[in-house]
């Protein structure tokens, strides 16, 4: 077992930094238009959630207020994010996408999709039916363990 978890430790490692050197960059000559890690995963909750609050976004990711506060702001500037009155009547206001922002985040999203298919076209449906639900299952389980899951939506 302690190998195995060794094993883990090490792909998810290796998974994280693939992702972070930005895997299926875009290829030279093409404009990269593509979204912050930060950006991403902001506009990707706020999608599937609605408007949240700083603090909401910040008890969501596990972050102190001031550093989504700095990470809102650059999109905000960006005109990705609007401040809005809580709809619910609430003293804080509250961060929505807007449409500037769903339409990049879709962009940015379906170029993930694409690079994913062009990394896995040699997979087959059942392997890769495996690692979705292999993946969402250790996600539900982070999750679980943090007491923040995350919206899956539709």
Same mark, same amino acid.
């Given at each position: ?12 490692? $290796? ?16 404009? *990269? ?8 995963? $902001? ?37 990705? $994010?609007?401040?809005?009155? *809580? ?19 879709? $962009? ?47």
């Amino acid at each position: 077992m302690r190998k195995d978890l060794s094993r883990i430790e090490r792909e998810l490692m $290796l998974l994280g930094r693939h992702t972070a050197m930005g895997a299926g960059r875009c290829r030279p000559g093409e404009l *990269d238009l593509r979204l912050e890690r930060s950006a991403y995963l $902001l506009l990707s909750r706020l999608e599937t959630q609605g408007p949240m609050s700083i603090g909401q976004l910040a008890d969501a990711f596990g972050l102190d207020c001031s550093t989504v506060n700095r990470q809102t702001g650059a999109v905000l500037r960006a005109g990705l $994010l609007e401040r809005i009155p *809580d709809p619910e009547g609430g003293m804080a206001r509250k961060l929505r996408v807007t449409e500037e922002g769903l339409r990049r985040l879709r $962009l940015d999203r379906e170029e993930r999709v694409r690079g994913l298919g062009g990394l896995l076209d040699h997979w087959s449906a059942a392997e890769l039916s495996t690692l979705a639900e292999v993946l969402a299952r250790f996600n539900a389980t982070v999750e679980a363990q943090d007491g923040e899951p995350w919206p899956r939506g539709t």
